[in-house]
C-alpha cells in the first residue's frame, strides 16, 4: 500500500477554505488532521474527533519532545497539529489535511519536506471584500482590518508549493485532488517501483 | 488564455505508450507534435500531418539556427521538433505531446526548462517480455536484444519528472492529466494571478 500524503492547505479568510476541505474529506481516501489544544471543549466537542484537549503542561511536554508538527497560541491558548496522529493515519494510505497558516506549513516543512502545501486563493479580486461585507455584521474599520489581514495572507501565498483557485467549488476539489495524485508521480517517489522492476527483468534477462 | 504545456512522454518499446498517447490526444486540450523528417514520405503519410517532410540542407539549417527543439538521427535519416509548431500549438492553449527519446528530452529541457517529462513505466516487471514473446515473430535473440534495449530505457526513468504507470490504461491516462492540471498550479506559475488579485484588492483597501 503506498502511503498517504500530508497536506498543507491555507487561505484567507473569507476564501472558502472550509467548505473545500469539508468536501474533500467525504473521499475516504482523505481525512482532516485532529488538533490538541489546552483549550475547554465547547458544547457538543468531543475529544478525539474535533480536537485532543489536554492541559497545558502536557502539551508543552509533547513540543519538547518534538512530538507536535507545528503548533501556535491563538487567545491564550495552544493549538497544534500531533505528529503521531498524522504519521498514523498516512501510514493507513490516507492523505491527512492540515488547515494551518503559514507559520505552521513553515513549521511542518521543516520536519517534513515531502508535505505538500496548497494556498487557496479566490478566483477574482474583491471576492473577500465582497464575502465579509455581505455578512453585514462588522463596521467598516473592521471589514477593514479583515481585508488587510486576508491581503496579507494572500502575499504569503508564493511560499507554497501549489497556488489553486477558489472560483467553482467543484473544481477547486478537482484540482487540489490533481495535485495529491501528480505528487505520488513525482520522480522521486517512484524510484523505489522502478528499481524493482528493473532487478526482476533484469534476472529475466540473464537467464 | 492560458498557455498550453509541452508534454515529453517516454517509455520502453512495448510499454503501450502510443496507445496512451492516442487517447490522451482525443481530448481537445492536447495536440501531438509533428516532427520534420528527411526520410521520404511512406504512402498514406500526408505532409503536416505525420511529418513535415523536408531535405538534409533545409533539416541542417533549422538545426543551426535553433529552430529544433530537439533531433536525431535514425537509419541515416533525421528527425527533430520544429520550435516554431510547438510554441504556436502552446500559445493556443492546447497541451502538446513530444514522443522522444531520453536524450530528446535532454535537449528539449535545456532549451524550455518549463517543458514536463513523464515517463511511463509497466506495472510490473515481466510485461514487456511478455508483450515481446506475444508477437510470435522474433527468435529468442532478437528477444533478448530488445528487452536488453527495454531495461536500459527504464533505466533512465529517474531523469525523467515524472513517472507514471500503465497497468490500467484509463487510470494512465488520467494519471497524465493529473500531472499537467498539476503543473498549472505549481506557484511558480500562479504568481501573476497571485499580484493580479493582490494589486486589485490593494486598491480597495486604500479607498
Do not use: W
Not at 463596521?139 to 497556488?163: F, P, S, V, W
Request: include cysteine.
Amino acid at each position: 500500500m503506498n502511503k498517504g500524503k500530508v497536506i498543507l492547505i491555507s487561505g484567507p479568510s473569507g476564501v472558502g477554505k472550509g467548505t473545500v476541505v469539508k468536501e474533500i474529506i467525504k473521499d475516504e481516501n482523505y481525512a482532516l488532521s485532529v488538533s490538541v489544544t489546552t483549550r475547554l471543549p465547547r458544547e457538543g466537542e468531543i475529544d478525539g474527533v474535533n480536537y485532543f484537549f489536554t492541559t497545558k503542561e502536557d502539551f508543552l511536554h509533547r513540543v519538547e519532545n518534538n512530538l507536535m508538527l507545528e503548533h501556535a497560541v491563538y487567545n491564550n491558548q495552544f493549538y497544534g497539529t500531533p505528529k503521531d496522529y498524522v504519521e498514523q493515519t498516512v501510514a493507513q494510505g490516507k492523505n491527512i489535511i492540515l488547515e494551518i497558516e503559514v507559520q505552521g506549513v513553515e513549521q511542518v516543512k521543516k520536519l517534513m519536506p515531502e508535505a505538500v502545501s496548497i494556498f487557496i486563493m479566490p478566483d477574482k479580486a474583491g471576492v473577500i471584500e465582497h464575502r465579509l461585507r455581505k455578512r453585514n455584521t462588522e463596521d467598516e474599520q473592521t471589514i477593514q482590518n479583515r481585508l488587510h489581514i486576508a491581503i496579507g495572507e494572500m502575499k504569503q501565498a508564493h511560499k507554497y508549493d501549489y497556488i489553486v483557485i477558489n472560483g467553482e467549488l467543484e473544481k477547486c476539489i478537482c484540482d487540489i485532488k490533481s495535485v495529491i495524485n501528480a505528487e505520488r508521480y513525482k520522480k522521486e517517489n517512484m524510484l523505489d517501483f522502478v528499481k524493482g522492476v528493473l532487478e526482476n527483468d533484469e534476472k529475466t534477462l540473464c537467464q
